[in-house]
């Protein structure tokens, strides 16, 4: 989860450090952090992290990566670190690119955050309209996802999962709708691929052979048309050997990485038809289990309880599940969970409701703002653990 704790130069400080101690110390099988950018004029968030290609010289900068991922790691649990760029969804004044500086997209399409006219201001003032990307755009991004897995290596983390979910900019260029290009890059769902796999192979080449690269990817609705098109995707990850693909879903324009519009997430796991039924993506990920059986599949979204975690695993819909807001509400969630003699089925969950959508946002039908109260109210908590606060469910 992006923790918005970057310290001058968009570095990993001690906060930030304190919030992954505490997890470090939760029994979870591996940590993946929130979202480091790799271009340091393209935030997602103004507290994000960032690399840079550092030169020798700033070995302080280095230094605070190394401290990062040894608090990350000082309890023996790997540390993946999530590497990302937003692309068209970065907001204005994130960052060094400058008030006025445009984003950068596949093609010019500015983002669809709701319909009417406040929305469109709102989306004009906030991200503006993406300048579709040259080939020296897509070079330097290509070399920045690089040198952030580098560095990243260098400095300790057990491995890198690319953020190619959410809409950012690797989603974008994954799917039709957002990447209109005719070139290399575009116009078939090979060619859409292409740069993940120019950076997942590139990467292999700087980083030593059991460092660990995953990617994270939106699934995709059965009848949707593209679905034959994102299985084919999957297919070219397969072939160039990922080691896990991490399911989510949602983007800017419709949060339902966070629940909103999959279904009631406070509602009772029992109800459904499975208790397995509580994760939000559980049927694409049962259709790719079918068709990839030998990919490592880690389902994030949505889990809270340990029957719920259970009935997943055990039907082998996944290998690893993915925690989020459980994990701020109870960093020791682990525990809870797999400790059945110490905690009961009713005692191992975490359960919470969701945050209001602020009534400005229901009236200028902006969905993103819907998911963003979500987050900011989970980040407030996780700002607590850095701060050595107690946290509290919504
Ligand atoms: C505060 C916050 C920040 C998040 N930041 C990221 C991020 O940086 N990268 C990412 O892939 N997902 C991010 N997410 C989404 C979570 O990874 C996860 O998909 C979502 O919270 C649903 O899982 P959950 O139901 O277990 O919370 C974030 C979620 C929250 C609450």
Redesign the pocket.
Known sequence: ??EGLADRGYLPGPRISRVYSRWAKGDWGALLT??IQVDVRHLGGYGDLATRDYQAEEYQSLNAWELYAEACQEHGTPAIA?ICHPGRQSPRGAGERGFLGQTIAPSAIPLHIGDGLAASIVRSIIFGCPKAMSQSDIDRVVAQFVNCARVLAQCGFSGIEL?A??GYLLSQFLSPRSNTRQDDYGGSAERRARIVLDIIQQIRNVVPATFCVGI?LNSADHNASDFEDTMTQIQLFSDIGVDFLEI?GGSYEDPT???RGVRDESSNAKDQSTVAREAFFLDFAIQIRKRFPNLILLL????RTREGIEAALKAGVCDLV?????AVLRPDFPRLIMDDKAYSNREARAVFSKVPVPFFARLLQIKVLGGGA??EY??GQ?HRIADGLPTYAP
Do not use: D, L, V, W
């Open positions: 989860m992006a929130g979202n999530q953020h979910a959410h994270k989510s990485m966070m629940g994030t979204g949505g889990f993915g925690i989020g807001r459980p979500e987050t989970f980040r996780i």
